[in-house]
């Protein structure tokens, strides 16, 4: 049995305009609901998403940061990944969803 490591979402707004979340532990079909369930503030106009501690992402987290992409863009709000780990940056790559999301620089 693999360990799982419970998501954690923390809701920042480091400037006017702009939410920061940051998120720990796994992103999957067990934790999705929590992200795709947050209430972001109104006004926002962009979205920066710190997957830094995210240990595991599956193919439901994957789908659930596209919806928060999309989100965004309805919401007139640009989304952008302002820092990940090589294993997130090795999935983007390879789903070709480095296309989709704007990523920090190797």
Same mark, same amino acid.
């Given at each position: 049995?693999?360990?799982? #490591?419970?998501?954690?979402? =923390? /809701? *920042? #707004?480091? *400037?006017?305009? /702009? ?11 067990? #934790? ?10 109104? =006004? ?16 439901? =987290? ?10 965004? *863009? ?6 952008? /990944?302002?820092? !990940?780990?090589?294993?997130? &940056?090795? /999935? !983007? ?5 480095? &296309? ?7």
């Amino acid at each position: 049995m693999l360990d799982k #490591t419970p998501l954690s979402i =923390g /809701v *920042e #707004t480091p *400037e006017p305009e /702009v939410v920061r979340l940051v998120l720990d532990g796994d992103l999957d079909y067990e #934790t999705v609901s929590e992200l795709t369930g947050l209430t972001l503030p109104d =006004g926002y106009r962009r979205l920066d998403a710190d997957l830094s501690g995210v240990t595991f992402l599956d193919s439901s =987290g994957l789908a659930a940061l596209i919806r928060l992409h999309r989100r965004a *863009e309805q919401d007139g709000a640009a989304m952008r /990944v302002v820092a !990940l780990t090589p294993y997130l &940056r090795d /999935v !983007l790559r390879m789903t070709a969803m480095d &296309r989709l999301f704007a990523l920090p620089p190797d």
